[in-house]
Each structure stands twice: as structure tokens, then as C-alpha cells.
């Protein structure tokens, strides 16, 4: 009777984390064609099934990076609650103006998160571009963070089965055969929460965080195969942070749209 009990809370709790943690810089719109205030979100939740949002602490940096040069937009955040579908967590979120053409390359360090279920903490250093009037800067610089997707494809300019490539980066040197997960954000967002209609019904699991390698290079490369947001995360192993383990990650983000 025990092993029965142990066995139903085991099948119980696998949902709860089952899934990939992705850290979210989240706005309607990436390609536009004139400057404007934007609303960005930082979310830290399981895009795919608009799962458990994790309560993130005070973001280490955040910013914008144009032409070269950084904006530290650390005090403009303003904490927010999340609503996922089965929880509320706390988030941030910021009102920015783009005042014109270019590329706006929107970063994160957040505050480490422990994760009790893995017994770890997790760090996702997160990017995501926004591009004014088509006019392309610097979508490809990199930002210096500790862990980095370097772009290879215009992140905010791809037709629906067009091919992303991106380089992972670690202390800024390419990292071969990096392990990458892939999801898809299969939820609108309205206001400070997910929409409960799906977008997609993934048939088993493993649809659901699909996982590519790197090549020896560190680059990777992806079909995508729905219009919509999509996050790329690099998974690496940091140093101990408090005497327990802790993963690295790097995130990036790229919106794709159906060509009519």
C-alpha cells in the first residue's frame, strides 16, 4: 500500500516540473514600423503549458542595448503578479520608449532562483530584440553577458518555417555541443496573464520542450514551424552558489510570422 501511495504521488508531482523553466522578456510586438512606448514583461514561467510562474527576486541587471551603447533600465522596473494557469507569481515589468530606427536588444540577469524539486539554483540570462522601421544595427552584438545566444538569423524577422541559427556562449567562448531546449509560447498574454485557449495540442511530452545540440562550434540551427514567440535556452553548469549546485542559462527570443 505504501509503494501504491509513493508511486501516485510521484505521478502527482511530475507535472509540477516536468517541463522547462524559461525566463520570459515578453512584448506584443518585435518588428515596427515607427518608434513608440512599448510594454515589456519579465516572467519566469513554463511558456509552452502557461504552467507554474516562478516568483522571481530583483533582477542583477537589466537593460537596453542600441548602437553599442547601454541603458541601465534596472529602476524602471516595477513589480507586477503573474497569472499563470495554475498560480500566481511575482514578475516585473517595464513602459519604454523607442525613439527611433534600429535595434532595441532588451537584456536580463535575474536574481538566481532555487529550485526545490531539483535541488539547484537556476540563473537564465535572457535576451530579446525589438527593430524600429526595419533598419537593421546590431542584432548580432553581443552584450557581455555570462551566458549568451549570439543571434545568426535577424531575431525579429522570420517567416514561418524559416531557419533560426544562433552560437551559445559561456564566459564568451562558444560552447560545443550545447545542449539547447526549444518551446514554444503557446499562450496570448493579456494584461498579467496567460489567455486559458492553447494555441497548439503537443501529442506526447516530448513535443512540448524539444531538445537540439549544438555543433562543435556552438551553433545550432531550427526550423520553425508556427508563427509565434519562441524562447532558445542554453543549459550549462555554474559554480555552487551558496554551497549548492546551480545552472546557467541562455535564453533568447524570436518572434515568426505566416507569410499570406
Not at 98 to 126: C, N, R, V
Not at 166 to 188: Q, R
Not at 197 to 218: E, L, R, S, Y
Request: a neutral charge; proline letters at 5%; glycine letters at 8%.
Amino acid at each position: 500500500m505504501k509503494k501504491i501511495l509513493l508511486l501516485m504521488a510521484i505521478f502527482v508531482l511530475l507535472p509540477t516540473y516536468a517541463f522547462a523553466h524559461f525566463q520570459l522578456i515578453y512584448t506584443d510586438e518585435s518588428a515596427l514600423t515607427k518608434g513608440k512606448e512599448i510594454n515589456l514583461k519579465l516572467v519566469f514561467t513554463h511558456p509552452f503549458e502557461a504552467g507554474h510562474t516562478m516568483d522571481m527576486g530583483q533582477p542583477n541587471a537589466f537593460g537596453v542595448m542600441q548602437k553599442g551603447e547601454k541603458t541601465d533600465l534596472l529602476k524602471q522596473l516595477k513589480s507586477i503578479e503573474f497569472t499563470s494557469l495554475t498560480n500566481k507569481g511575482k514578475a516585473f515589468e517595464v513602459t519604454y520608449r523607442l525613439k527611433g530606427m534600429g535595434d532595441y536588444i532588451f537584456y536580463l540577469s535575474p536574481a538566481p532562483y532555487w529550485e526545490e524539486s531539483e535541488s539547484k539554483y537556476i540563473t537564465q540570462h535572457t535576451k530579446m530584440i525589438v527593430n524600429v522601421a526595419g533598419i537593421p544595427t546590431d542584432w548580432d552584438a553581443e552584450v557581455g553577458l555570462p551566458a549568451e545566444i549570439v543571434p545568426l538569423d535577424k531575431p525579429y524577422a522570420l517567416w514561418t518555417g524559416n531557419v533560426f541559427r544562433g552560437i551559445v556562449k559561456f564566459e564568451g567562448k562558444p560552447v560545443p555541443f550545447a545542449e539547447v531546449e526549444v518551446e514554444y509560447l503557446n499562450h496570448d498574454i493579456k494584461g498579467n496573464a496567460f489567455l486559458k485557449k492553447a494555441k497548439v495540442t503537443a501529442p506526447q511530452d516530448a513535443f512540448v520542450t524539444q531538445t537540439i545540440k549544438a555543433n562543435k562550434d556552438g551553433e545550432f540551427a531550427y526550423a520553425i514551424p508556427k508563427a509565434g514567440w519562441w524562447g532558445f535556452a542554453a543549459l550549462m553548469e555554474g559554480e555552487k552558489i551558496e554551497g549548492k549546485d546551480s545552472e546557467v542559462g541562455a535564453v533568447i527570443w524570436v518572434q515568426v510570422r505566416d507569410m499570406k
